[in-house]
């Protein structure tokens, strides 16, 4: 295989006193698991109020934290850099995941297309401060020799580089794409015929297998499933069929009002309007129906899969004695994914020319199936839109915490958190600070904050009332600011388009109070302007589009 040529890396000059790391028992620096699922919906796992079969996920909910305001980026890519970083995508290098190419923002800060020297990776940190890293699964900021996980801070990895795969092998999904997947420093092919999440879940165990004795480690477990295309195993194909006939419609609504009674969302909830665009199931014909339960059927079983997976990694870490010493965190990297890349007006022609979608072949590996915005609308049935938008649709997502260090009573928390504060919550209890320095260049402070003292049961809040958390990826925009939010998703886009929410009152943003509410608004737009200019955001140009053709 062809070898991946590294230069020399510096001694990193982080905040731990190597001297004194042998203070630190095993058991005061725990070992760290991270799962991020791919694409996952708000609705769908059965601890959120979902009706797919996951009991090894809902098991660490129950036995742990599930919070139910947990957001991130509304795309893979930026939700990807700020977990690294525990810093804005835009000071991460990911301002934008789609080429900038002719564009204001071609050329500048925030728009590397990989991760920034800006920033510090918390597996660098960790590394350099006595732990083992792995990385397993999906990569997604940065192709090129200095920006691949080996490069940043894993000692093993095993990584698709791009944003999506077939899941059984190396047939492109795309024209002209580069090699997608590299083991350390090595460019290699997938291994034809296995399962993407089977071949992940196996690398890390294999790592941490191999993992030397007196190290805590830090694994980064990044699923693809159930990201397109909706592909599984033969023993999965059938596993769910006939469960969705009801149609997608019944399902959004059977989700939303369980989460409602389980507490997963507030019991005086509105059902946000279902998109217009979509067609009515009872408008479908026998024929369409029949399809759109299959692609149901599939996603449900990927997810199925997903969280056999985990129930691996947990069983394997409990036969080995780790368990008890390793705090486990498990995370969807934005809403629900809408696209439709078969259908799609530039991907399709090529997709179409090398994968069959007939019925019979819908799920095998030579199918390209994605469930579209009408079973998207199910995933993220209490909020407003799904994956790509900044609506809560696109950032609310689900994240369970468990494990070491859990001490608050297990059950729903209904606080604001969000994706940069992994980083600096995973370096607070390795003991490590983060550098104002390294390698002799000057990094950005870090931007999330910590979240152990909650799960402890220290305290009763991670953010006060004044924190800000805003984002912007590819025109779509949104700043929060205690129980307020404005978010901007124009098309063509247009900076003075946003609209206001308090979302404490109306998770569906549902109804826009920047008309009647004229001075939060402008307070809002101010912090707006000085958060912009903070991380480094240029807007889109006047009238220029989003990049993916969604309907909405």
Known sequence: MKKIIFGLFLLSLVSFDYKEESKYKQSDRPNILLIVADDLGYTD??????????????????????????????????????????????????????PVDNTSRQGKPGYEHHLSDRIVTVAQLLKDGGYQTFMAG???????????????????????????ANHFG?????ENMPPQYCEDDKVVAFPEGRFSSDVYTGKMIDYIKNKQKDKPFFAYLTYTAPHWPLQVPDEYLNKYKDKYDMGYDSLRVLRFEHQKAIGVIPANSKLPPRLSSIKLWQQLTAEQKKIESRKMELYAAMVDNLDRQVGEMVQFLKDTKQLDNTLIVF???????????????????????????????????????????????????????????????????????????????????????????????FLEIAHISYPEMYNNKKVMPILGQSFLSFIEGKSKTIHDANYVYGLEHYGGCLLIKGNWKITNTSDPFDETAFELYKIDEDW?????????????????????????????????????????????
Request: aromatic share 12%; proline share 6%; charged share 20%.
């Open 45 to 98: 796992l059965g601890c959120f109020g979902g009706d797919i079969n996951t009991p090894n996920i809902d098991q660490l909910a129950k036995k742990g934290l599930l919070f139910n305001r947990f957001h991130t980026a509304p795309l893979c890519a930026p939700t990807r850099s700020m977990i690294l970083s525990g810093n804005n995508n835009h000071v991460a290098g990911i301002g934008s995941m789609f």
């Open 138 to 164: 999906k990569w997604h900021v940065g192709s090129g020799s200095a920006y691949i996980p080996y490069a940043k801070g894993f000692e093993k990895s095993f990584a698709l580089l791009d944003g999506a």
């Open 170 to 174: 190396n047939n492109a999904i795309m």
């Open 331 to 425: 995370m969807a990297d934005n809403g629900a994914g809408a696209e439709d890349f078969y259908n799609h007006p530039g991907f399709g022609p090529f997709i179409r020319k090398h994968y069959d979608n007939s019925y019979d072949n819908m799920g095998k590996a030579s199918s390209f199936v994605s469930y579209g915005p009408q079973w998207a609308q199910v995933g993220a049935a209490p909020f407003k839109l799904f994956k790509e938008f900044p609506t809560e649709g696109g950032i609310n997502t689900p994240l369970i915490i468990s494990g070491k260090y859990v001490k608050r009573t297990p059950g729903i928390e209904n606080v604001f958190i969000n994706v940069m504060d992994l980083a600096p919550t």
């Open 508 to 552: 569906g943003e549902t109804k826009d109070l920047s008309k009647s509410q004229p001075k939060k608004l402008i307070e809002m737009m101010n912090e707006w302007k000085i958060f912009k200019k903070k991380v480094g955001i240029i807007p889109l140009d006047k009238g220029e589009r989003i990049h993916l053709d969604i309907i909405r």
